[in-house]
């Protein structure tokens, strides 16, 4: 009877010992599974981290090269106002001397209408032949001797005060162009003397930029960039001078 109640025993502890072994396998299999899980999820969180840090670093860099670009774009201002500035003190410096001998300032003011000229059309489309126009009038009542040397620096004095004045103001007009190749008329919407957007009849937008004479209209194709555009030449058409704008640029290098 002892003997049988011994075996008993004996199976009995094998039992449990085989079911808490069972039950400690299972338990480090569920452990290892949420660890598994556990790790999937923080690499995936790292690499969700990591993404968005070089996407904030790219738009960091862009926004740094923007700001660059737009500093050189004043700095390629700032010279074209310089040197208007340095032909006014010529002219005024010339005016103060004797009207005698009247053509004696005849290349000085050749050079002067050369170098209007070359800058008119090299700039932005903005009332070109107009511009032109002028500045050959002037030059034609030079030439018949309607002017005197210091009448006619003095005449060019305004116009160059007149072309200053351009790269300091904003407007909106419609304007005959010569666009691919034929004329057409285009809305117009220019900032100072240094960028120009541009509207075509059937809705097209795009910017105007001026290379070695040659006019050159690049399309928007962006959405967001063309109601960028929109609302500019919106306010600008309301008569809304002030403010911020966000704009689309294309930079040229500074001279």
Not at 34 to 62: F, H, P
Not at 76 to 92: G, T
Not at 150 to 159: D, E, H, I, N, R
Request: hydrophobic share 35%.
């Amino acid at each position: 009877m002892k003997k049988y109640t011994l075996l008993l025993l004996i199976l009995c502890l094998s039992f449990l010992t085989v079911s808490a072994e069972s039950e400690t396998e299972q338990e480090m299999e569920k452990l290892i599974t949420t660890l598994l899980k556990t790790r999937q999820e923080v690499e995936l969180a790292n690499t969700m981290l990591v993404s968005k840090k070089e996407e904030i670093d790219q738009k960091l860099k862009n926004q740094g090269m923007t700001i660059a670009d737009l500093e050189n774009q004043i700095k390629r201002e700032q010279k074209i106002i310089a040197q208007n500035e340095e032909n006014k003190q010529a002219i005024l410096k010339t005016l103060n001397l004797s009207q005698e001998n009247q053509k004696q300032y005849a290349p000085f003011i050749a050079e002067l209408i050369g170098g209007l000229r070359s800058y008119i059309k090299n700039s932005l489309p903005y009332a070109r032949d107009k511009r032109l126009e002028a500045l050959q009038e002037l030059e034609k009542k030079y030439q018949n001797s309607r002017y005197t040397d210091v009448q006619m620096l003095g005449q060019l004095w305004q116009f160059i005060e007149d072309e200053t004045r351009l790269t300091k103001e904003n407007s909106l007009q419609q304007q005959i162009v010569n666009k691919d190749n034929e004329l057409q008329q285009l809305e117009l919407a220019k900032i100072g003397m240094w960028q120009m957007y541009y509207k075509t009849a059937n809705g097209d937008l795009g910017i105007v930029k001026t290379q070695a004479g040659i006019d050159q209209f690049i399309p928007l194709k962006n959405a967001k960039e063309q109601t960028l555009v929109l609302n500019f030449m919106d306010s600008m058409r309301k008569n809304i001078r002030t403010g911020q704008f966000h704009l689309p640029l294309i930079i040229d290098e500074v001279l």
